[in-house]
């Protein structure tokens, strides 16, 4: 088990930038495949980016060439970059963990809010 706090959210206006941190406990980081959601009002949560533990990434199609999500594991902390942000992104924001490639996610941070002004 791991317990993840994001921060780095914020108010941006629409082409800005955030970046956004998930600070992980435990010993076993660098293990653990790592995940980017997000939860938009009256929506369900979605999957945005994932960080496997060779490094390996993937994006939903909607941040392809906006987002970049990158980790250290000396620092045991997960990034995600958010540049040319749209009212659309405007969601929380939660880091997610699991262990291996596939299953379900098994701990979760409490999020951070993300609002993008027009």
């Known amino acids: 088990q791991v317990q993840l706090v994001e921060s780095g959210g914020g108010l941006v206006q629409a082409g800005g930038s955030l970046r956004l941190s998930c600070a992980a406990s435990?010993?076993?980081?660098?293990?653990?495949?790592m995940g980017w959601f997000r939860q938009a009002p009256g929506k369900e949560r979605e999957f945005v980016a994932t960080?496997?533990?060779?490094?390996?990434?993937y994006y939903v199609d909607s941040v392809k060439g906006r987002f970049t999500i990158s980790r250290d594991n000396r620092k045991n902390t997960l990034y995600l970059q958010m540049n040319n942000l749209k009212p659309e992104d405007t969601a929380v924001y939660y880091c997610?963990?699991?262990?291996?490639?596939?299953?379900?996610?098994?701990?979760w941070g409490q999020g951070t809010q993300v609002t993008v002004s027009s």
């Open positions: 960080i496997r533990a060779g490094g390996t990434t």
């Open positions: 997610a963990a699991k262990m291996g490639v596939s299953g379900t996610w098994d701990d």
């Open positions: 435990g010993r076993a980081f660098s293990m653990y495949t």
